[in-house]
């Protein structure tokens, strides 16, 4: 079925391929603080705003059945389209949107990292003892205290319950000939893994994976594949606990000090971008003094909240789409920037054809502006739009009053009742 050349995918197409474990991607359009008041349990944000810097690296393969959804504000066909002019062959939209999911019998869940928050739920709320339990797990994967950690031999143990598998560095090349997506996560801290890494792998530390698996791991029925060094413990627990909640997990072993030949930071896949109009800080700094000029800033909020051009009002690129035109102060140039110019470089074309005017990209962005030793600004100087680009968590809220506390109490502990409800997981609770 299709609509205006856009395939339609219904709630329930979803959930039989999610039950027949078929490879799929749920992807919300929308921007973070939205997706999370309320979405399916297995959707993943991947806004309009962001996307060209995230999807090829969060759905590697091109013919991987991707559908995307928002809530009525035109943000999914734009990001379909987008998908199409990169190369995705099997994109989709879901019948009725966010409401449409509802109307099928699906339920929606709020806050962000919905899988992990859900799967932690029921580990806590267990009758049995759990094969291993959130503070235990914390403890193995954040805890500097080495005499707490479980030894290797322990830390096998779990993972073979779960499931896990052990396959060779040639295991792994056979596996990433197949026509599977594979995400290859190095568990290791940041700077472990700048020091020397297996080529192709990404850096995401074991802590931050457990909790943000669907950031990093946003294709349903993909395997992951964990590497670490030393005695391994935590890629173990860390794929122990991700084979709990249904993930084909598995670990390489035997590797080798020449096996880590890559130094240095990972970089993102990108889709091919037309080169576009630069500008130096140092000129930049000569236009803004002619009063003509207009920097856009495309960073996340907080970003520029901590530290921006003088005179830079900051938006996410779906307002473009959301408001047009009408979302930007009058200017006869833009410039476009953020961190390093990369995101901002992708809205640049769009911009031209909204405001028929002259768009630059500010080489180096605001990275390369700092270096210069420019002055900044701080504070909400020039919001056009909501910070709608981050939702914060519960953790990072600061002083929380009691009656926050209460309701974060109630959510988790609602969240086994509305898993059963929801019905969609495969997650599976190892008793010890």
Same mark, same amino acid.
């Given at each position: 079925?299709? %609509?205006?050349?856009?395939?339609?995918?219904?709630?329930?197409?979803?959930?039989?391929?999610?039950?027949?474990?078929?490879?799929?991607?749920?992807?919300?359009?929308?921007?973070?603080?939205?997706?999370?008041?309320?979405h399916p349990l297995f959707a993943?944000?991947?806004?309009?705003?962001?996307?060209?810097? %995230?999807?090829?690296?969060?759905?590697?393969?091109?013919?991987?059945?991707?559908?995307?959804?928002?809530?009525? %504000?035109?943000?999914a066909r734009v990001a379909a389209?987008?998908?199409?002019?990169?190369?995705?062959?099997?994109?989709?939209?879901?019948?009725?949107?966010?409401?449409?999911?509802?109307?099928?019998?699906?339920?929606?869940?709020?806050?962000?990292?919905?899988?992990?928050?859900?799967?932690?739920?029921?580990?806590?709320?267990?009758?049995?003892?759990?094969?291993?339990?959130?503070?235990?797990? @914390?403890?193995?994967? &954040?805890?500097?205290?080495?005499?707490?950690?479980?030894?290797?031999?322990?830390?096998?143990?779990?993972?073979?319950?779960?499931?896990?598998?052990?396959?060779?560095?040639?295991?792994l090349q056979q596996w990433q000939? =197949?026509? $599977?997506?594979?995400?290859?996560?190095?568990?290791?801290?940041?700077? %472990?893994?700048?020091?020397?890494?297996?080529?192709?792998?990404?850096?995401?530390?074991?802590?931050?994976?457990?909790?943000?698996?669907?950031?990093?791991?946003?294709?349903?029925?993909?395997?992951?594949?964990?590497?670490?060094?030393?005695?391994?413990?935590?890629?173990?627990?860390?794929?122990?606990?991700?084979?709990?909640?249904?993930?084909?997990?598995?670990?390489?072993?035997?590797?080798?000090?020449?096996?880590?030949?890559?130094?240095?930071?990972?970089?993102?896949?990108?889709?091919?971008?037309?080169?576009?109009?630069?500008?130096?800080?140092? &000129?930049?700094?000569?236009?803004?003094?002619?009063?003509?000029?207009?920097?856009?800033?495309?960073?996340?909020?907080?970003?520029?909240?901590?530290?921006?051009?003088?005179?830079?009002?900051?938006?996410?690129?779906?307002?473009?789409?959301?408001?047009?035109?009408?979302?930007?102060?009058?200017?006869?140039?833009?410039?476009?920037?953020?961190?390093?110019?990369?995101?901002?470089?992708?809205? @640049?074309?769009?911009?031209?054809?909204?405001?028929?005017?002259?768009?630059?990209?500010?080489?180096?962005?605001?990275?390369?502006?700092?270096?210069?030793?420019?002055?900044?600004?701080?504070?909400?100087?020039?919001?056009?739009?909501?910070?709608?680009? $981050?939702?914060?968590?519960?953790?990072? $809220?600061?002083?929380?009053?009691?009656?926050?506390?209460?309701?974060?109490?109630?959510?988790? =502990?609602?969240?086994?009742?509305?898993?059963?409800?929801?019905?969609?997981?495969?997650?599976?609770?190892?008793?010890?």
């Open positions: 079925m299709s %609509e205006k050349n856009l395939l339609i995918r219904d709630t329930q197409h979803l959930l039989n391929a999610l039950n027949a474990g078929e490879e799929l991607a749920l992807v919300d359009a929308r921007e973070e603080v939205p997706f999370a008041g309320g993943v944000n991947i806004s309009v705003s962001k996307l060209d810097i %995230e999807i090829l690296n969060r759905i590697p393969r091109l013919n991987t059945p991707v559908t995307l959804y928002d809530n009525g %504000e035109g943000l389209e987008r998908l199409r002019e990169i190369g995705y062959t099997d994109v989709a939209l879901l019948a009725g949107g966010l409401a449409g999911w509802v109307e099928g019998g699906g339920e929606l869940f709020s806050g962000v990292n919905s899988p992990a928050n859900g799967f932690a739920s029921l580990v806590d709320n267990s009758t049995a003892t759990p094969l291993l339990g959130t503070e235990q797990l @914390a403890l193995q994967l &954040e805890s500097q205290d080495n005499g707490a950690r479980l030894s290797a031999v322990e830390a096998r143990t779990l993972a073979d319950r779960a499931g896990v598998q052990r396959i060779t560095l040639a295991g000939q =197949q026509e $599977r997506t594979l995400y290859l996560f190095d568990v290791r801290v940041l700077a %472990e893994y700048q020091q020397g890494h297996l080529p192709g792998s990404r850096s995401v530390p074991a802590a931050q994976l457990v909790k943000e698996t669907d950031q990093f791991a946003s294709v349903l029925n993909a395997r992951i594949v964990l590497i670490d060094d030393g005695d391994g413990v935590r890629a173990t627990v860390a794929a122990s606990w991700l084979a709990q909640q249904g993930w084909q997990v598995a670990i390489v072993d035997g590797l080798q000090a020449a096996d880590f030949s890559v130094s240095g930071g990972w970089s993102p896949k990108v889709p091919e971008l037309d080169a576009q109009p630069q500008v130096t800080p140092a &000129e930049l700094t000569a236009r803004l003094a002619e009063g003509d000029t207009q920097v856009l800033d495309f960073t996340t909020s907080a970003n520029y909240v901590n530290a921006h051009i003088p005179g830079a009002a900051w938006l996410q690129r779906a307002a473009l789409t959301t408001a047009g035109a009408d979302a930007l102060p009058a200017a006869e140039r833009y410039v476009v920037t953020c961190g390093s110019s990369l995101l901002a470089a992708y809205s @640049a074309e769009q911009l031209r054809q909204l405001t028929g005017k002259e768009v630059q990209v500010l080489t180096g962005g605001n990275t390369a502006w700092k270096a210069a030793g420019l002055p900044v600004e701080q504070g909400e100087t020039t919001l056009l739009l909501p910070r709608i680009d $981050r939702f914060l968590r519960p953790e990072e $809220r600061s002083n929380p009053s009691a009656a926050e506390i209460a309701l974060q109490d109630a959510w988790r =502990q609602g969240l086994p009742a509305q898993l059963a409800r929801d019905g969609s997981h495969r997650f599976k609770v190892l008793a010890a």
